[in-house]
């Protein structure tokens, strides 16, 4: 059995008292649906608790399979809510004898594979009667029983290094239902973005249009909470997402009237950085390798026309290789290039548009600019010229999304950045060399030496965080230097007392992620071997003030805490990063009164002790937090004096040891949370 956090302090004193299912009961422990981004750590993590809770003669089986899975949410009693389909993953424990996992089924985890705005809706929608109750229904389509997609590849990152069996039984299908929706619910949410924001997307999806501020995007439906779908650009495909109106914990639900959405806990499971990828057909381009964003991310705003990269992604300026967003000129006369956007309602395209395109100072930028007229085309599906010369094309999912820059020349497209997605992009090993990442603002989201900054590609059965300097993966994503990433989250009904549900997955998979296929950064382990040092503050949202959650345990690796989970409560996409200070300093020897010291100003950055976005503590009070913390300048450690007469101010701060006398010196210090830590502040 694994050890439940105190973290999840909301769901663990009912889990730890809880009793285990009996021996030959089927019991579904995890029926989550969301992020494509965390399917693979969330197939991992449950083959591992699979395997950690065998009984003699019981085996762990396992089933991928693309388009097996439907969601039926039955609110609207004139069906207009349709059903939705997706990729699935299930891990089971039955008899070792049958060899296929038909007979003796215990104990059933499954997952399917959709978008986080999308999952937090099938898990938040309260159902009517026959199947009324918490979370739409599943049920899997019985002509994709037979076969399988081996979805998690090589069979190595099974915990039983086995392949899937080649067809579902129905000792597991059956539990479920076959072609009709069965009394299964969703009893877990798993998104790449808050539910708070998750809601706000939906809400200004489905809002009437403003070309202004784009707080409205258009897609209106037949009612207030079912909105119009809204269609992909990709040649033959019909795929489309419809805004479709579900309430947060504790309210009402919007469609079945009066029926409230029990309480339930968002618990984070780690933090992954947006890559945005180019194909350039092999012949690299040393003008697009850098982004500027434009974004200061210290919660001010820039000046109007500075936000360059929101300019080249909402088609205010030319679609091609001298755009300033990649450091030109602007003049136009570069080679075309097609921008692949995603869909309003997606955790990715969220997470990147209030990190780089909608932040503090810049509401009028979205990559919804230049929709006129949201029910038709060239605006839905979105294919729109740039000025000049370029495109912007709209993708559904980031398959997608992924598709469309591994098929097309001189395409740009971003992602949650994953092993897998990186191998979809490049196909083989041979292939990466047709394929880049950017930096933003010089800030790499990845932090794997390539050459010529290639999108990784992971050959190996295991893709872990050793490949990375002191096993540190994505370095500046925990640094706070990199300004485009998410925290993931699974949301989980406070009722949940199984100890083999969704609390402990969340343990087993961030346990085994850094040995496994590192794709994120672990918010907390269970040991805390390794964790998050950084968090985005927390602002009101949907209705819910911020919150920006408790402190987690400190993790051995690099000894920084996070916050987050628990009371955790408000949005966050674009968040101001908070738990690092990166700037330029100027060192001088002591003065008068502080001889053998030195004086250290800041020469770029945030003030000291980020006392402009501390909602605790004001001006020099929170500076002067840090008196006796280690600071590195240029790589040197040293130590904040503490002393009355040098007590450090937002301007200035004194060493207890002489350091090289200079200007423009790199500087760094972590700036521990505290609760309740910074709020109300955007990038």
Not at 298 to 314: C, E, I, M, P, R
Request: proline share 5%.
């Amino acid at each position: 059995m694994t050890r439940i956090k105190s973290l999840f302090a909301g769901l663990v004193v009912t889990a730890i008292a809880a009793v285990v299912p009996a021996a030959n009961a089927q019991a579904v422990h995890v029926a989550g649906v969301g992020s494509s981004a965390q399917f693979l750590g969330t197939m991992i993590g449950m083959s591992q608790l699979a395997a950690n809770n065998l009984v003699s003669g019981k085996c762990q089986y396992h089933w991928t399979r693309k388009n097996a899975l439907q969601a039926h949410d039955n609110r609207d009693s004139l069906g207009r809510i349709l059903d939705e389909t997706g990729n699935v993953g299930v891990v089971w424990i039955a008899d070792c004898s049958d060899g296929t996992g038909g007979t003796g089924v215990t104990d059933i985890w499954l997952d399917g594979q959709y978008d986080s705005t999308l999952g937090v809706r099938l898990f938040s929608a309260q159902q009517k009667a026959p199947t009324a109750g918490a979370g739409a229904t599943l049920y899997f389509i019985a002509g994709q029983l037979s076969g399988d997609d081996n979805l998690v590849s090589p069979n190595t990152l099974w915990a039983d290094n086995k392949a899937d069996v080649g067809s579902l039984p129905a000792g597991v299908s059956g539990v479920f239902g076959t072609a009709a929706p069965g009394n299964v619910h969703v009893n877990m949410g798993l998104t790449d973005i808050r539910p708070e924001d998750a809601l706000a997307a939906t809400t200004r999806s489905k809002a009437a249009l403003n070309t202004t501020t784009w707080s409205g995007l258009g897609y209106v439906g037949p009612t207030g909470q079912i909105g119009a779908p809204i269609f992909t650009a990709q040649s033959g495909s019909s795929s489309n997402f419809t805004p479709i109106g579900f309430a947060l914990s504790g309210a009402n639900d919007p469609i079945n009237a009066g029926v409230p959405v029990p309480a339930y806990t968002t618990i984070p499971v780690g933090a992954a950085p947006i890559v945005f990828a180019y194909n350039h057909t092999g012949n690299t381009n040393p003008l697009v390798t850098n982004l500027v964003s434009g974004v200061k991310g210290d919660g001010t705003g820039n000046t109007a026309g500075s936000y360059k990269l929101a300019n080249l992604f909402d088609g205010t300026t030319s679609c091609d290789t001298h755009s300033a967003a990649f450091g030109g000129n602007g003049d136009g006369l570069g080679t075309a290039v097609n921008i692949m956007l995603r869909e309003p309602l997606s955790g990715t395209m969220n997470t990147t548009e209030y990190s780089l395109f909608r932040t503090t100072g810049n509401t009028s930028d979205s990559q919804e600019k230049g929709i006129i007229n949201p029910t038709r085309a060239p605006y839905n599906p979105l294919n729109l010229n740039c000025p000049n010369v370029g495109n912007r094309q709209r993708r559904i999912g980031t398959g997608q999304v992924l598709t469309a820059i591994n098929g097309t020349a001189n395409t740009i497209g971003y992602f949650f950045f994953s092993f897998a997605n990186s191998a979809t992009v490049n196909g083989s090993a041979a292939n990466a060399v047709n394929y880049n990442y950017l930096t933003i603002d010089g800030v790499d989201p990845i932090g794997l030496a390539t050459t010529n900054q290639q999108l990784p590609f992971c050959s190996a059965s295991l893709c872990p965080a050793s490949q990375w300097s002191g096993s540190i993966s994505f370095p500046n994503l925990r640094n706070g230097t990199y300004k485009a990433w998410s925290l993931y989250r699974w949301t989980v009904y406070n009722s949940n007392t199984d100890p083999l549900g969704p609390a402990a997955l969340a343990e087993s998979m961030q346990d085994n992620i850094d040995s496994t296929v590192a794709d994120f950064v672990p918010f907390v382990t269970t040991s805390n071997s390794d964790g998050l040092e950084v968090y985005r503050s927390h602002f009101t949202q949907s209705g819910k003030a911020g919150n920006n959650g408790p402190a987690s345990p400190t993790e051995t690796l690099t000894n920084g805490n996070s916050l987050g989970g628990g009371t955790e409560q408000g949005g966050d996409e674009g968040g101001v990063i908070i738990g690092w200070d990166h700037s330029t300093v100027t060192v001088a020897n002591g003065t008068t009164g502080h001889i053998g010291h030195s004086k250290v100003t800041k020469t770029a950055g945030r003030n000291f002790g980020f006392s402009d976005q501390d909602s605790t503590h004001a001006g020099n009070a929170a500076a002067a937090l840090l008196a006796g913390q280690t600071v590195n300048i240029n790589g040197t450690d040293y130590v904040v004096s503490s002393a009355s007469n040098e007590v450090p101010t937002v301007a200035a701060l004194y060493l207890t040891t002489l350091a090289p006398k200079g200007a423009g010196q790199a500087f760094k210090i972590y700036i521990a949370p505290h609760v309740p830590g910074y709020l109300n502040k955007k990038q």
